[in-house]
């Protein structure tokens, strides 16, 4: 099992330290033309999980490349994976054909942000362009506010995919006192721990879907939610949120798991794998 940052929760270069505790670092998702996201307020916390409307803010792809990428690769001497958007299948392919093995060791591509406008193309039809651009391991990174997750990660395995990243966040909002939007996009992405009975179900239903490795995300906090998300079939696990008030989650995290694993009486956390599935024999209407 990898422990990896989730993609736009850790600037690496700025705190290389923390991501240096991880297996391997995720970047934030770059598209082809710079952006400057969304104008603020662009982050609230609400009572239960954080909301934010970056809108994929990012130095585009062509200074990524040039300059973000290198640096990355030279500053961490990790695993670097390259979280890829935009507005177009031939987007997304574009800049999967411009990343290469020596510097990147996989490719996610984020089919779900909720600030920004989706491609015209279904998830499958990205993947099977990105296919054909790169042999480079591809993780497509889905929302979990679909209702048949299972027969959407079909499709992506069906299209050539490598891996599924699951999850992105779920649009939310919050008011202030009067009465108005926080955001100034009145809607954002909504992440932490209240995401978590989310995830795990996402992941649920996609492991009964498909043999993908699958890394697991949304609301992990401590060693113990590690666990429960590889016993429902993540293969790796993906902290975000929780980086932003801890950055020693990474070593907290992994002493946290081994007493979880104590606890369990399991000795490695791959025992755990799809443990939570053992006690459940049909699950059709979910699966
Ligand atoms: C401030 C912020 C920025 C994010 N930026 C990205 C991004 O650029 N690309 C992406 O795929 N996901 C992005 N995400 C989503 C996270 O990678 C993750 O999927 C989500 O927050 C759920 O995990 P968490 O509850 O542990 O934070 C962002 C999340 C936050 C909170």
Redesign the pocket.
């Given at each position: 099992m990898l422990l990896l940052n989730?993609?736009?929760?850790l600037d690496a270069l700025a705190a290389p330290g923390v991501a240096r505790r991880l297996d391997a670092f995720v970047t934030?998702?770059v598209t082809p033309e710079p952006r400057q996201g969304n104008q603020p307020v662009r982050?609230a916390e609400t009572d239960s999980?954080?909301l934010?409307a970056?809108g994929?803010a990012?130095p585009g792809r062509e200074r990524f490349l040039s300059q973000i990428l290198p640096d990355l690769v030279a500053t961490l001497e990790l695993p670097v994976w390259v979280?890829v958007?935009g507005f177009s299948a031939h987007d997304y392919a574009e800049s999967c054909a411009a990343l290469h093995g020596d510097d990147v060791a996989a490719i996610?591509l984020?089919l779900?942000?909720p600030n920004v406008d989706e491609a015209a193309e279904s998830a499958a039809d990205i993947v099977t362009a990105c296919r054909a651009a790169t042999p480079l391991p591809l993780y497509a990174?889905l929302s979990p506010a679909t209702w048949d997750m299972s027969e959407v990660a079909r499709a992506i395995e069906a299209a050539g995919a490598d891996g599924l990243?699951l999850?992105?966040?779920m649009r939310g909002a919050a008011l202030d006192r009067d009465l108005r939007p926080i955001l100034a996009t009145a809607t954002g992405?909504y992440?932490?721990?209240s995401?978590k009975p989310v995830?795990l179900a996402a992941i649920f239903a996609c492991r009964r879907a498909t043999d993908l490795p699958i890394v697991g995300?949304?609301?992990?906090q401590s060693g113990r939610d590690v666990l429960e998300f590889v016993a429902c079939g993540a293969t790796h696990v993906?902290?975000?949120?929780?980086l932003?008030a801890d950055p020693d989650a990474p070593q907290r995290v992994r002493a946290e798991l081994r007493t979880a694993l104590d606890e369990a009486g399991l000795e490695r956390v791959e025992d755990a794998f799809c443990l939570a599935h053992e006690s459940v024999a049909v699950l059709d209407n979910h699966a």
């Open positions: 989730a993609s736009g929760c934030k998702t982050i999980g954080m934010n970056i994929l990012n979280s958007g996610e984020n779900s942000c990174k990243s999850v992105n966040t992405g992440s932490g721990p995401l995830a995300m949304g609301g992990v993906a902290l975000g949120t929780t932003f």
